[in-house]
């Protein structure tokens, strides 16, 4: 998805093998990734293009964009997306989206930051998710703007594990209804949206699920994301750090809880492993690039959860690191394809195989 979405908006070179962009508005992909969450996933996708501008502040040409894939995994997980971003005034205003229909698999371990390896559940469920984002340039590098989404999860069918999901205890088991409104504010001075070398993103959210019909669970969350980057002693080698913070009021469902781990952040963590109300996460790695379009990095985490921020000396906090590999698409691009491998102090692990960095 991502190296087409790059060839789009122009954020590096476009292949010489494909038609020339401007007469092309149609490409169909194959996708695949890996993740311990997902497994393996294999699936087909179609991206369309048009409306291309000039950006008020840049030379180059993008486009607004509308992408649907169809994804299965070898978890037996079934994904269909259709996502779009929509831009408006020489990119000044600009709407991005996505609609989800999926049929999932997944675990469940509870509620904290002391669940055991046996209280784990799997199960399976479906859902419907809609989001909508729209954001506002109100100066150079400063954005405000709103934030929409509707997630409805049913069927929820529990394969193994007698816990609280299986009793129907923990909140949202028998499914859950939220339709969600909030607002955003971000800076971003990233010399590039997927590749960052310099500059920082700060980007903070407040959502609201009011206590209506419409809700089936209500709940306001606050969340920050902080990411860095600098060149080190030269272009080749680059030192990123992010530091990440999520508060969930008490009466969400499960799903809205904030969790632990993933392919983004605390990699070698499986996503959900700890979940609580109040989360707080950070890393930082090292992005070295070779000569020869490879790079290597070494990544290391730290984060923890707890019912709330006074409470997170009651667990151990996680700890997680790791080496990764990475390749870029083609001479002078920026987008990469990336390979990590990441352990926990747990003992457990991860493999990680994707498109562009994790921050």
């Given at each position: 998805?991502?190296?087409?979405f790059?060839?789009?908006?122009?954020?590096?070179?476009?292949?010489?093998?494909?038609?020339?962009?401007?007469?092309?508005?149609?490409?169909?992909?194959?996708?695949?990734?890996r993740?311990?969450e997902?497994?393996?996933?294999?699936?087909?996708?179609?991206?369309?293009?048009?409306?291309?501008?000039?950006y008020?502040?840049?030379t180059?040409?993008?486009?607004?964009?509308?992408?649907?894939?169809?994804?299965?995994t070898?978890?037996?997980?079934?994904?269909?997306?259709?996502?779009?971003?929509l831009?408006?005034?020489?990119?000044?205003?600009?709407?991005r989206?996505?609609?989800?229909?999926?049929?999932?698999?997944?675990?469940?371990?509870?509620?904290g930051?002391?669940?055991?390896?046996?209280?784990?559940?799997?199960?399976?469920?479906?859902?419907?998710?809609?989001?909508?984002?729209?954001?506002?340039?109100?100066?150079?590098?400063?954005?405000?703007?709103?934030?929409?989404?509707?997630?409805?999860?049913?069927?929820?069918?529990?394969?193994?594990?007698?816990g609280?999901?299986?009793?129907?205890?923990?909140p949202?088991?028998?499914?859950s209804?939220?339709?969600?409104?909030?607002?955003?504010?971000?800076?971003?001075?990233?010399?590039?949206q997927?590749?960052?070398?310099?500059?920082?993103?700060?980007?903070?959210?407040?959502?609201n699920?009011?206590?209506?019909?419409?809700?089936t669970h209500?709940?306001?969350?606050?969340?920050?994301?902080?990411r860095?980057?600098?060149?080190?002693?030269n272009?080749?080698?680059?030192?990123?750090?992010?530091?990440?913070?999520d508060?969930?009021?008490?009466?969400?469902?499960?799903?809205?809880?904030?969790?632990l781990?993933?392919?983004?952040?605390?990699?070698?963590?499986?996503?959900?492993?700890?979940?609580?109300?109040?989360y707080?996460?950070?890393?930082?790695?090292?992005?070295?690039?070779?000569?020869?379009?490879?790079?290597?990095?070494?990544?290391?985490?730290?984060?923890q959860?707890?019912?709330?921020?006074?409470?997170?000396?009651d667990?151990?906090?996680?700890?997680?690191g790791?080496?990764?590999?990475r390749?870029?698409v083609?001479?002078?691009?920026r987008?990469?394809?990336?390979l990590?491998y990441?352990?926990?102090?747990?003992?457990?692990?991860?493999?990680y195989?994707?498109?562009?960095?994790?921050?």
């Amino acid at each position: 998805m991502f190296p087409l979405f790059g060839f789009a908006q122009g954020f590096f070179p476009y292949p010489k093998w494909l038609p020339a962009p401007d007469s092309l508005h149609i490409f169909p992909t194959p996708v695949f990734y890996r993740t311990p969450e997902n497994g393996a996933a294999f699936g087909l996708g179609t991206l369309y293009r048009f409306n291309p501008i000039e950006y008020v502040d840049s030379t180059k040409k993008r486009f607004s964009t509308v992408y649907l894939s169809l994804i299965h995994t070898t978890k037996k997980q079934t994904l269909l997306e259709l996502n779009h971003h929509l831009l408006f005034a020489k990119g000044k205003i600009f709407l991005r989206g996505n609609i989800n229909v999926d049929d999932f698999y997944d675990k469940y371990y509870g509620i904290g930051g002391n669940q055991r390896e046996s209280d784990l559940e799997t199960f399976r469920f479906q859902r419907a998710f809609w989001f909508q984002q729209a954001q506002w340039q109100w100066r150079k590098n400063c954005y405000l703007g709103g934030i929409g989404w509707y997630y409805d999860l049913r069927n929820i069918s529990v394969i193994s594990g007698n816990g609280a999901l299986a009793n129907r205890t923990a909140p949202g088991a028998e499914g859950s209804k939220n339709l969600v409104f909030g607002i955003s504010s971000t800076i971003d001075t990233r010399d590039h949206q997927f590749v960052q070398s310099s500059g920082i993103f700060w980007e903070v959210q407040t959502l609201n699920a009011a206590n209506n019909g419409a809700n089936t669970h209500p709940f306001t969350r606050i969340r920050t994301d902080l990411r860095w980057a600098t060149p080190l002693s030269n272009t080749k080698t680059i030192l990123a750090t992010q530091l990440y913070l999520d508060q969930t009021s008490k009466g969400a469902a499960f799903q809205f809880i904030p969790t632990l781990g993933g392919d983004r952040i605390l990699r070698g963590y499986f996503r959900g492993r700890y979940r609580d109300y109040s989360y707080a996460a950070a890393q930082a790695e090292i992005r070295h690039t070779f000569p020869n379009q490879f790079g290597f990095q070494a990544f290391a985490s730290a984060g923890q959860v707890g019912s709330t921020w006074k409470n997170f000396n009651d667990s151990p906090w996680k700890i997680a690191g790791g080496i990764g590999l990475r390749y870029k698409v083609s001479e002078g691009s920026r987008t990469i394809l990336r390979l990590d491998y990441a352990i926990n102090r747990d003992g457990g692990s991860g493999w990680y195989v994707r498109v562009n960095e994790a921050f």
